[in-house]
């Protein structure tokens, strides 16, 4: 089965720029998280959806970013204007829904740099 | 202070040698933790996972875990080269949000 599919998997645009990242969970998973990696910061999560619909939003750092999920199978997660700052790894993962606990499955990242 | 502390390395072993990594945390709500490994320019992938307090072996990994101190540890056995990677601790109160540690950057030199 594939696993969770990202792209573009590198972007490098100018500050001021609009930035689309898309994220393809693995069928069948009911929650999709978003997440950015930077070196100061660490892993960090942005946004978390359940069934399509966004449950928790307080990780995105400021109205420039928003996040959409219009189906189970596809996400967008939106940087604009883009600002150098942005520049990181950001991760999409996905996970279902059992009586235990957690596990997420990650996708191989998107590369971004402001410049 | 961040709820989950972890030394971010790196840490250099001679291969065989064994690895041990911990993070400490404050919430006491977490009863869910875990230990995601994260190659080179890949995503993190779950390597164990533990319920509450105690310890949980996986071939030449375990993971610990005391909650009376609020301290997990990982220990790898035997370690290889292959073993090289960022390890990540998580763990969670409740199903969702995991809260992860910022990882160790751990390298196995032959």
């Given at each position: 089965d594939a696993g969770v599919i990202q792209s573009p998997r590198h972007e490098v645009t100018e500050m001021g720029?609009?930035?689309?990242?898309?994220?393809?969970?693995?069928?069948?998973?009911?929650?999709l998280f978003w997440y950015r990696q930077t070196m100061m910061r660490g892993l960090e999560l942005l946004i978390y959806f359940n069934n399509n619909v966004p449950i928790d939003d307080s990780g995105m750092p400021e109205d420039?970013?928003?996040?959409?999920?219009?189906?189970?199978?596809?996400?967008t997660l939106k940087i604009q204007p883009s600002e150098p700052r942005d520049s990181a790894v950001y991760f999409c993962a996905s996970s279902r829904a059992t009586e235990s606990y957690n596990e997420q499955f990650f996708g191989p990242g998107t590369r971004l740099t402001v410049l | 202070?961040?709820?989950?502390?972890?030394?971010?390395?790196?840490?250099?072993?001679?291969?065989?040698?064994?690895?041990?990594?911990?993070?400490t945390y404050s919430n006491s709500a977490f009863q869910y933790f875990m230990w995601y490994r994260q190659y080179s320019r890949k995503g993190p992938?779950?390597?164990?996972?533990?319920?509450?307090?105690?310890?949980?072996?996986?071939?030449?990994?375990?993971?610990?875990?005391?909650?009376?101190?609020?301290?997990?540890?990982?220990?790898?056995?035997?370690?290889?080269?292959?073993?090289?990677?960022?390890?990540?601790?998580?763990?969670t109160d409740s199903w969702g949000k995991l809260q992860f540690g910022a990882g160790t950057q751990v390298v196995v030199t032959p």
């Open positions: 720029q609009e930035v689309t990242l898309r994220c393809k969970p693995i069928s069948g998973h009911d929650y420039r970013f928003s996040a959409k999920m219009p189906n189970a199978s596809f996400s | 202070q961040k709820e989950v502390e972890q030394d971010p390395g790196p840490l250099s072993v001679p291969e065989g040698a064994i690895v041990s990594l911990n993070c992938e779950l390597l164990m996972y533990t319920y509450s307090s105690g310890n949980k072996e996986d071939g030449r990994f375990t993971a610990q875990v005391d909650k009376s101190s609020k301290y997990i540890s990982l220990f790898i056995r035997d370690s290889q080269p292959s073993d090289s990677a960022t390890y990540l601790c998580a763990m």
